[in-house]
């Protein structure tokens, strides 16, 4: 089914992102855990795309099982960077055969050594505008509250966000985050901005401070100053965090849930306990 279709129903869309596991064991830990969260009735299951295409084969192959042999609905991750156009075109080729129904349209980050963007597509309006031309597929699109770390402002971030909603997205991700306002005032900037898609959050718990702020530098979220001093002060202790992390993002879920998101995107990183709790939390 497509994840648009089901952004048209009342209750909220809760989804799971998962990356390739690079060993053979973790697929099935990861088939384990898709089983155990379909208990729950999630709405979709992602599976992320190594930049470059390093994740090809495993993604497609993931996607594919994880709707056709466990029955939850499922997208896979494209992104354009470093690839050409007839490298995308397979990709997407393979999941229309597979018959999957719903994609995530990135342009990635190139891989370590490989600065070149090739020309076409660049950018991910690019490549919505391809995928939309060419195959009847829900596009979602990544988007940025507080904003993507290369681009100067939130205006011009939000220029270019819109130029993939006028490409022919669907749907739009949000980056992580932990301030729920950054998220409200990003809803109304895009709103105003004339972007009237349904914009699920994006939550991360967190799991260990040296791996959050890691991510967080990366992507250029901020954590909050009382957040960050309550983690750290209990970082020697990894089950505390964890606990502390769940608790942040049932009460940020909850609040984002009261005022109206259309769903919850849990980025996962393979590590299923703390969504289990929080998307069990969240449900009863
Ligand atoms: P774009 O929308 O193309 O934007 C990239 C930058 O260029 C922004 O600064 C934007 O403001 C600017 N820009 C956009 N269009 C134009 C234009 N036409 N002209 C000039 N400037 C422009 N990465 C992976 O490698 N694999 C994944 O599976 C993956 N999954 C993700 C899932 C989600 C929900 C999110 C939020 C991110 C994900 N990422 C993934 C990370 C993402 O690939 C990076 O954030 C990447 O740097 C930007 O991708 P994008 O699709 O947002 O790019």
């Keep these: 089914m497509k994840i648009r279709d089901f952004l048209k129903r009342e209750s909220p869309c809760f989804s799971f992102e998962f990356f390739p596991p690079k060993e053979e064991a973790g697929f099935q830990s990861l088939f384990e855990t898709v089983k155990l969260l379909k208990q729950l009735d999630p709405t979709f299951v992602s599976v992320t795309y190594g930049a470059g295409g390093s994740t090809r084969r495993k993604t497609i192959d993931l996607v594919t099982r994880i709707k056709h042999s466990l029955g939850v609905e499922s997208m896979a991750h494209l992104t354009c960077v470093a690839a050409s156009r007839q490298e995308v075109q397979q990709v997407l080729e393979e999941l229309v055969a ?6 995530l349209a990135l342009r ?3 891989p370590k050594g490989q600065a070149a963007f090739l020309p076409d597509p660049r950018y991910a309006n690019e490549l919505v505008h391809f995928i939309r031309s060419h195959y009847d597929l829900c596009i979602g699109v990544a988007s940025y509250p507080e904003k993507h770390p290369e681009c100067a402002s939130l205006e011009q971030d939000l ?17 992580l985050f932990f301030d729920n306002r950054d998220f409200f005032s990003f809803v109304e900037r895009a709103r105003k901005a004339g972007i009237n898609l349904p914009i699920i959050p994006g939550i991360m718990p967190i799991l260990s401070v040296p791996q959050i702020k890691r991510f967080t530098e990366m992507c250029g979220a901020k954590i909050p100053g009382e957040l960050l001093q309550r983690i750290e002060s209990v970082q020697n202790d990894p089950a505390e965090v964890e606990r502390c992390g769940v608790e942040y993002a049932t009460v940020q879920c909850h609040e984002l849930l009261e005022e109206r998101a259309p769903g919850i995107h849990f980025y996962t990183l393979n590590r299923s306990k703390a969504t289990w709790e929080i998307f069990k939390n969240l449900k009863s």
């Design 159 to 175: 220029i270019n966000l819109k130029r993939k909603v006028d490409a022919g997205a669907d749907f739009l991700i949000t980056q």
């Design 98 to 103: 597979n018959r999957m129904e719903n994609v």
């Design 108 to 110: 990635g980050d190139p």
